[in-house]
């Protein structure tokens, strides 16, 4: 079984910026997503982008998401169909090639996906390293999570961050260097 990195820390500390360098650098040895904010015309944020490395995208919540039954967020209806279709068929791949399995973020949103918990419960049981960041409040699901025996939480504050990056790349190539 791999090891796994969960990156906790406050809204808009850098957590997906880490991800977004370290998955920079890995380059086509890396494979998952990461979530972006959509701003509107006026500068406000009106939802989120799920964003894979190959390049695929996927609205996954929206304001202007409403009805269908769809769950909400706060003020944003969330598209649990765009959350399976796009960031679970990123992370089934990337588990598939052996690749370091990247998840931005493991958050309420995501949550509501059945499918999304099944693949990351897949990806961190396979020989996969994964590399996540995951709400650091608390949700049965995430605890056990991080509670697993080969899961790591790093918290991402605004005096570590700077220096993260290079932390989880040495992370990751002590991971390579035990297979």
């Known amino acids: 079984?791999?090891?796994t990195l969960l990156?906790?820390?406050r809204p808009g500390v850098g957590k997906?910026?880490?991800i977004k360098t370290v998955a920079d650098s890995l380059g086509d040895r890396a494979g998952g997503f990461y979530t972006e904010e959509i701003r509107g015309p006026n500068g406000r944020r009106t939802g989120f982008r799920l964003v894979t490395l190959d390049?695929?995208?996927a609205v996954m919540a929206h304001t202007n998401l409403r009805g269908e039954g769809r769950p909400r967020v706060s003020r944003y209806g969330v598209d649990v169909e765009a959350i399976e279709k796009v960031g679970v068929a990123a992370i089934r791949q990337a588990?598939?090639?052996d690749r370091v399995v990247i998840v931005d973020e493991i958050g309420k949103m995501e949550l509501f996906c059945e499918?999304?918990?099944e693949v990351v419960r897949e990806a961190?049981?396979?020989h996969s390293p994964v590399l996540a960041t995951a709400m650091s409040g608390s949700h049965p699901w995430v605890d056990e999570l991080k509670g697993r025996r080969r899961a790591e939480v790093w918290e991402v504050t605004v005096h570590n961050?700077?220096?993260?990056p290079e932390r989880v790349r040495r992370w990751l190539r002590v991971d390579a260097e035990a297979k």
Not at 161 to 164: D, K
């Open 7 to 9: 990156l906790t820390g």
């Open 55 to 57: 390049g695929d995208e």
């Open 115 to 117: 499918a999304f918990k």
């Open 161 to 164: 961050r700077e220096a993260l």
């Open 1 to 3: 079984m791999g090891r």
């Open 124 to 126: 961190v049981e396979s």
């Open 16 to 18: 997906t910026t880490v």
């Open 95 to 97: 588990t598939a090639g």
